[in-house]
């Protein structure tokens, strides 16, 4: 997957199964922040804080970075997400995680309707 930063996408790399490092991407998305405030019990805030004191769990990580894999498109297990984070080393994954919370924090700039918008128009024609 292509990092599209107009979309607020952020680069994670993590370890796989096979104990290879891969690049993955991190899309925020209101399904991911609604998927991540049910799964951990707290707001995005109240996470965005814990991180930044250093006082995110591994299943609190596991939670968002499985949300923002999803929104991607990717179908990666929450056991699986959780074992990657596992094998890449929470403090190597947490660095791109503060940076997916202070993405959602901030906005990602872009809405769908500036994704229509900024496809091509068919001959011409003008779309209602």
């Given at each position: 997957m292509i990092v599209d930063p107009k979309?607020?996408?952020?680069?994670?790399?993590?370890v796989t199964e096979a104990d290879q490092r891969r690049g993955f991407v991190l899309r925020p998305s209101f399904e991911a922040i609604v998927e991540i405030e049910e799964q951990t019990g707290r707001s995005i805030f109240a996470l965005a804080?814990?991180?930044?004191?250093?006082?995110?769990?591994?299943?609190?990580?596991?939670c968002v970075?499985?949300?923002?894999?999803?929104?991607t498109g990717e179908t990666v297990?929450?056991?699986?997400?959780g074992e990657m984070i596992l094998r890449t080393g929470l403090a190597d994954v947490?660095?791109?995680v503060g940076e997916f919370l202070a993405k959602v924090?901030?906005?990602?700039?872009?809405?769908?309707?500036d994704e229509v918008a900024s496809q091509p128009e068919s001959q011409g024609t003008v779309q209602p």
């Open positions: 979309r607020g996408d952020i680069e994670i790399e993590l804080r814990r991180i930044a004191r250093a006082e995110l769990g591994h299943q609190e990580v596991a970075v499985g949300a923002g894999l999803k929104a297990s929450y056991d699986t997400v947490l660095p791109p924090l901030g906005g990602t700039g872009q809405s769908k309707d």
